[in-house]
C-alpha cells in the first residue's frame, strides 16, 4: 500500500487530532458552565477568561501527545520521510518538556490577543452551547497549529538520532518511574486538583463541607478511568524509547496483558479507591473540607497516574522485546528512505 508524502499525513494527522481535542473540550466546556453560569449564563468576560486559562493543560497533553504519536505512526510506516533533515538538530527532547514550553509560550504570547478578540467580539452573555462551542472552536484551531508545528519539529529532530544506539541506556525501572510514572502522575495531579476545586466548590453552595459519599463516587470512577486511559497514553512513547535503546530490556520483563485483563486491574483499582473512602465514612467522617477535597483528588489520582503509567511502561518494554524479531522488520523499512 502506498505510503502518504510526510507533509500530507502531517496536516491529517494535526486535523485529527484538533477533532478529537474538539469533542473532549467541548464536553469540558458544557461541565464548566454547568458549575460556573448564574441562571444559566455566563458573562463574556468569565467565558473569554475561562477559554484562555483552561486551555492551557489541554494544550499541554495534546502536544505531547501528538508528539509521541507522530513518531509512533512513523515507525509504523504510514507515510514517507521527510526530504531534508539537514537542518535539524539531533537533540531528542523530552516530549513533556517540548510540551509545556511550547505551550506555555504560546498562550503567553496570544493570551492578551485571544482575550482581546473574545471580549471584544462576544455577546454579554452565553449559554451552554455557546460556551461548548467557543471552548471546542479556539482550542481546536490552537491545537491544529501547535500539533503541526511541534510534531513537525520534534519528529525530524528524532529521525536524525533513530538509528543512533543511546550510549547509557538506563535501568528499566529507573526509565518507568522518572520518565514516566512521574510526569503523567504530576499531569493528573493538577488537572484534577482544578477539576476538583471548580465541582465542590460551587457544587458545595458556599458550604465549607463536601459530603464523602459524593466524593467516594468521585474519586472511584476517576481512578478507574485513570487506570484504563494510561495504557493509550505511556505506551507510544514507550514504543519510541525502545526504537531508540533508551532503556534496558531484563529478562525478567513482565509480557503486556489481555485486554480484558486489564480492564479488570482497572476494575480493581476503583472499587479499592471506593473501598478505602467507604472504610473512612464508617469510621465517623460524613463530610471533609474543600480544601482537604481538593488535595485528596490530587493526590490520589496522582498516584493512580503514576502507578498505571509505570505499569504500562514495564509492560510495552516487555511487548516491544518480545516482537523484537518481527518489529525490526517493520520498523527499518520507512527508515531506510532516511
Known amino acids: 500500500m502506498p505510503r502518504l508524502s510526510y507533509r500530507a499525513f502531517l496536516w491529517v494527522f494535526a486535523a485529527g487530532n484538533a477533532i478529537v481535542w474538539f469533542l473532549i473540550l467541548y464536553g469540558l466546556g458544557l461541565f464548566l458552565h454547568a458549575h460556573l453560569a448564574r441562571d444559566g449564563w455566563l458573562t463574556r468576560q468569565s467565558a473569554a477568561r475561562m477559554v484562555c486559562f483552561g486551555l492551557l493543560i489541554p494544550s499541554v497533553l495534546s502536544l505531547q501527545g501528538a508528539i509521541v504519536n507522530l513518531r509512533v505512526q512513523f515507525l509504523l510506516g504510514r507515510f514517507l520521510s521527510p526530504a531534508d533533515l539537514s537542518a535539524s538538530p539531533k537533540v531528542v527532547r523530552s516530549p513533556w518538556y517540548v510540551a509545556v514550553t511550547t505551550a506555555a509560550i504560546f498562550w503567553a504570547v496570544g493570551l492578551p490577543v485571544f482575550f482581546g478578540m473574545l471580549y471584544w467580539r462576544l455577546p454579554e452573555g452565553l449559554g ?3 460556551v461548548a462551542l467557543l471552548m471546542g472552536g479556539v482550542g481546536a484551531l490552537s491545537i491544529l497549529m501547535l500539533a503541526a508545528f511541534a510534531g513537525d519539529r520534534e519528529l525530524r529532530s528524532y529521525l536524525r538520532v533513530m538509528d543512533e544506539p543511546t550510549a547509557m541506556p538506563i535501568s528499566a525501572a529507573r526509565y518507568a518511574v522518572c520518565r514516566i510514572a512521574i510526569p503523567w502522575g504530576v499531569v493528573n495531579a493538577v488537572i484534577n486538583a482544578v477539576l476538583a476545586w471548580i465541582t465542590y466548590s460551587v457544587s458545595a453552595g458556599g458550604a465549607p463541607a463536601v459530603l464523602l459519599g459524593d466524593l467516594r463516587a468521585d474519586l472511584a470512577v476517576m481512578a478507574f478511568l485513570i487506570s484504563v486511559f494510561m495504557a493509550l497514553s505511556a505506551l507510544p512513547e514507550v514504543e519510541t524509547d525502545f526504537r531508540r535503546n533508551v532503556a534496558q530490556v531484563p529478562a525478567w520483563l513482565p509480557s503486556m ?8 486491574y482497572a476494575l480493581g483499582v476503583g472499587l479499592a479507591t471506593y473501598a478505602a473512602v467507604t472504610a473512612a465514612a464508617a469510621s465517623g467522617v460524613s463530610s471533609v473540607s474543600l ?48
Not at 257 to 264: K, M, S
Not at 306 to 319: D, H, K, M, N, T
Open 128 to 130: 451552554a452551547r455557546g
Open 257 to 264: 496483558p489481555r485486554l480484558w485483563v486489564r480492564y479488570g
Open 291 to 338: 480544601a482537604t477535597a481538593v488535595v485528596a483528588k490530587s493526590l490520589i489520582s496522582g498516584a493512580v497516574a503514576a502507578g498505571a503509567a509505570g505499569a504500562c511502561a514495564l509492560w510495552g518494554l516487555g511487548r516491544c522485546a518480545h516482537r523484537r524479531a518481527p518489529r525490526d522488520v517493520d520498523v527499518l523499512a520507512p527508515a531506510t528512505a532516511l
